[in-house]
């Protein structure tokens, strides 16, 4: 971005579901502060049919165009995660910034060579975990720092989405299981409330698919000072997503969409911070929420920082060990799991 304009100017690394709710919320943010300027998927087609739809100045059949575009300021992965490491590692090597969806990569020592890599290229990288960036999860924090519920001991959620004919979930080779696709919110949430420290322990029980993908899982993560967090997700029907923090003092209540919340309760108060109109169709509730992220990441930007403080980099390394133990716990693992674990231990 040039010094003397603070418009960030976004390259979309996919067309899918995702990239369109994606484009789709920043029509909902000042068009001064930010534009979409290029996309790019596998097929050049339907790169072009989404440029045509969102307005978009140029579509590219390839990745590698995009990353060699001098007008992007940073790049919206919005893949599916088995690619999300390449792709990610593509685009900072470009020197370009980047917003990955989550999960950040499909294992930690993923998640650990896309840090070194911006580090070592001095870009922005940071883990679209949006759910840090809506008000309720603001208020959280700011309850949370005056104590208002003297101290935290408990926290309960649960995600759950009838999503078994979705079939990149279902393919171990795509990445599939409701760890990485629904886990990973429920592990961030318990991250952000206790703090991004390594639980002493992980418990974790989960039921398979033929598949080898794991469709219902409960993980409990016990922390330090007798703190506790269970976690509940499932891909084969829909739970309210509620979810719970519990202190000495007081217990927040968020009622429903745990992941992409605009309700909660503490002590008979009720906050509501009610999403503004789509002005499109989207595919995913709730996804005109995407906004905050893009909205953090652009005053990020103008502020000169390489990783986001809401978000840093090395608490989606410490989420991405606690899925991997979840994982391994219950015998899902993917194909670059064990080639990246034999890189990790030569770089450290």
């Not at 690619?83 to 470009?94: G, P, S, T, V």
């Not at 290229?121 to 309850?143: A, D, K, Y």
Request: charged content about 25%; proline content about 5%.
């Amino acid at each position: 971005m040039s010094k003397s304009s603070t418009m960030i100017r976004w390259g979309i690394c996919s067309a899918g579901k995702i990239s369109h709710d994606f484009l789709v919320a920043l029509k909902t943010l000042p068009p001064e502060d930010h534009k979409a300027v290029a996309i790019a998927s596998r097929d050049l087609a339907r790169s072009q049919e989404y440029a045509r739809k969102h307005d978009i100045p140029r579509a590219y059949g390839s990745y590698e165009e995009l990353a060699r575009d001098p007008d992007v300021d940073i790049i919206y992965v919005g893949s599916v995660h088995t690619q999300h490491h390449r792709l990610a590692i593509l685009f900072l090597q470009a020197q370009k910034n980047v917003l990955c969806e989550k999960p950040l990569a499909m294992n930690a020592a993923e998640v650990r060579d896309m840090i070194r890599v911006a580090r070592e290229h001095n870009v922005f990288l940071m883990e679209g975990f949006w759910t840090r960036f809506f008000p309720v999860s603001e208020q959280i924090r700011t309850l949370l720092a005056r104590k208002a519920l003297g101290d935290v001991k408990v926290i309960q959620a649960h995600l759950g989405f009838p999503m078994e004919d979705v079939q990149r979930l279902v393919d171990r080779k795509l990445g599939g299981g409701v760890i990485l696709d629904l886990g990973c919110y429920c592990v961030q949430f318990a991250s952000m409330v206790f703090g991004p420290e390594k639980p002493q322990s992980i418990v974790t029980s989960g039921i398979l698919r033929d598949t080898g993908v794991d469709e219902t899982v409960c993980i409990i993560l016990n922390y330090s000072e007798k703190r506790q967090a269970v976690l509940t997700c499932t891909m084969v029907l829909r739970l309210p997503g509620e979810a719970l923090i519990g202190g000495t003092e007081g217990v927040i209540q968020i009622p429903s969409h745990m992941n992409c919340p605009t309700i909660m309760y503490l002590k008979g108060n009720r906050w509501e911070w009610p999403l503004p109109p789509s002005p499109e169709p989207l595919f995913f509730e709730n996804d005109i929420g995407l906004r905050y992220e893009a909205e953090h990441v652009r005053q990020c930007l103008l502020d000169g920082l390489k990783e986001s403080p809401i978000m840093p980099l090395c608490e989606s390394e410490i989420i991405a060990t606690i899925l991997d133990e979840a994982r391994r716990q219950i015998g899902v693992f993917y194909e670059g799991d064990e080639t990246n674990k034999d890189q990790s231990k030569n770089t450290k």
